[in-house]
Nanobody, 126 residues
């Protein structure tokens, strides 16, 4: 099942955006959902992961981003606050796992998740 990211846009530094990740078909609630981003000329990096109520955040977004799920809508969200120009990237979501601890999630790399759909572009202006 492919997950599709949406909700990107242009925002000024300090602003907020909420990204959505929706499944194109039936998904397993046991699997984790990850948000990764890829800035121009850089490799993909994991931003946040959620599996049931367990979450993991990259150090660069801790305290600013929140990942959460709405099972009734079969959607995972990434609330991004206090955005910085360094957050500018294409954001993707995908499934993987399951994982039981944040430490386990933190040891994963983007290649442990998939398949990847089209991402959504987030541009933060200074």
């Amino acid at each position: 099942v492919q997950l599709q990211a949406s909700g990107g846009g242009l925002v000024q530094a300090g602003g907020s955006l909420r990204l959505s990740c929706a499944a194109s078909g039936r998904t397993s609630s046991n699997r984790a959902t990850v948000w990764v981003r890829q800035a121009p000329g850089k490799e993909r990096e994991i931003v946040a992961t959620i599996n049931w109520s367990t979450t993991y955040y990259a150090d660069s977004v801790k305290g600013r981003f929140t990942i959460y799920r709405d099972d009734a809508k079969n959607t995972v969200y990434l609330q991004m606050n206090n955005l910085k120009p360094g957050d500018t990237a294409v954001y993707y979501c995908a499934a993987g796992g399951p994982f039981t601890t944040a430490q386990e999630m933190g040891a994963m790399s983007p290649s442990d998740f998939g398949p990847w759909g089209q991402g959504t572009l987030v541009t933060v202006s200074s």
